[in-house]
């Protein structure tokens, strides 16, 4: 599911766990999980790929787990 998708409540639990883009998380981990999101592109799926859109074709751990933890604090904190 994409991180905006991913709906939240105050009364929810969350434990973040983050991959690298080459292995991901272990298949143990993984299957715990009750939920599973990615961070979609935010261009044109037929512009993905394409220069000059192929310069930066993924996020670094520290920018993806900034963004995911700022949505589900803006979710718990506001229940959106």
């Known amino acids: 599911m994409a991180l905006y998708d991913l709906k939240l409540s105050s009364k929810d639990n969350v434990i ?3 991959g ?4 991901g998380i272990s298949k143990a981990i993984e299957s715990l999980s ?3 999101v990615y961070i979609p592109p935010s261009l044109d799926p037929n512009k993905i790929g394409k220069y ?5 074709d993924s996020l670094n751990v520290g920018a993806s787990a900034a963004i995911a933890l700022y949505h589900i604090t ?3 904190k506001y229940g959106q």
Do not use: M, R
């Not at 690298?20 to 292995?23: D, I, L, Q, Y």
């Open 20 to 23: 690298n883009e080459g292995n």
């Open 16 to 18: 973040l766990i983050i």
């Open 52 to 56: 000059p859109f192929n310069i930066v």
């Open 34 to 36: 009750d939920v599973s």
């Open 74 to 76: 803006q979710q718990l």
